[in-house]
């Protein structure tokens, strides 16, 4: 299993959602609906191994966290467009703490971004912050140490346009997860989702 965590921080948390403004109004909502296609989507199927998580910390009421299951997913086509009309119907429910079903394979919840990442750790995956200044990718997930970690299931933090606040930071380490880079350059979040599907794809499907 492949999970993805992004903390974005200023998108909206109702349904007041324009469709027209997802980058405006909507703080940034492009950039997670553009996180949702790379998470999912490939030519002509969809990444059924992978669940992302978006926690959203913009006004009215945050936070409230949306739950993709690439296993469930149905009728959602890569476009931020289509993609922004279904957080839209997520985010216009009631939230309470439990995960509730929007439409197949989108869910929603009154939950904390350190809430998930605390599920995470009990869960038992291997949880990682990807991270600009972390230790190379290659170094950590390899042909040496991949099946191992693959039981245990993959689980990748990244921030938004504003990035992890010092606190979150400092809450992760406190946790001791590890940082992991996969470049040299700073990325947007959704080609981090691109460049460690990649590796792991290259992993799983290659060099064995
Ligand atoms: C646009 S960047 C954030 C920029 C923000 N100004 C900051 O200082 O964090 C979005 C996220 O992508 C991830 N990211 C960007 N470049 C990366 C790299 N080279 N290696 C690993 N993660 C990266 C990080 O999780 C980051 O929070």
């Known amino acids: 299993m492949r999970e993805?965590?992004?903390?974005?921080?200023?998108?909206?948390?109702?349904?007041?959602?324009?469709?027209?403004?997802?980058?405006?109004?909507?703080?940034?909502?492009?950039?997670?609906?553009?996180?949702?296609?790379?998470?999912?989507?490939?030519s002509h199927d969809i990444r059924r191994d992978t669940v992302f998580y978006s926690v959203h910390y913009g006004e009215p009421n945050p936070p409230v966290a949306l739950k993709f299951v690439g296993s469930e997913l149905k009728r959602v086509s890569p476009d931020e467009r289509s993609i922004a009309i279904f957080i839209k119907k997520a985010?216009?429910?009631?939230?309470?703490?439990?995960?509730?079903?929007?439409?197949?394979?989108?869910?929603?919840?009154?939950?904390?971004?350190?809430?998930?990442v605390l599920e995470k750790l009990e869960e038992g995956r291997k949880v990682y912050l990807l991270h600009l200044k972390g230790k190379?990718?290659?170094?950590?997930?390899?042909?040496?140490?991949?099946?191992?970690?693959?039981?245990?299931?993959?689980v990748f933090i990244l921030g938004d346009h504003i990035g992890l606040t010092e606190e979150d930071e400092r809450f992760l380490r406190d946790l001791k997860i590890e940082r992991i880079s996969i470049s040299p350059l700073e990325l947007h979040a959704n080609q981090c989702i691109d460049i460690v599907h990649n590796v792991l794809d290259k992993l799983e499907y290659m060099e064995k």
């Not at 948390?13 to 703080?27: E, I, Y």
């Not at 009631?94 to 939950?111: L, V």
């Open 4 to 42: 993805f965590i992004l903390k974005a921080n200023k998108a909206i948390t109702s349904g007041d959602v324009n469709l027209k403004d997802l980058p405006g109004s909507c703080g940034r909502l492009d950039l997670v609906c553009r996180c949702v296609s790379s998470a999912f989507f490939l």
């Open 91 to 116: 985010l216009s429910k009631e939230h309470d703490t439990h995960w509730r079903e929007s439409t197949p394979g989108i869910y929603h919840a009154k939950r904390d971004f350190k809430d998930i």
């Open 136 to 154: 190379p990718i290659e170094e950590v997930i390899n042909p040496k140490t991949y099946d191992e970690i693959k039981d245990r299931g993959f």
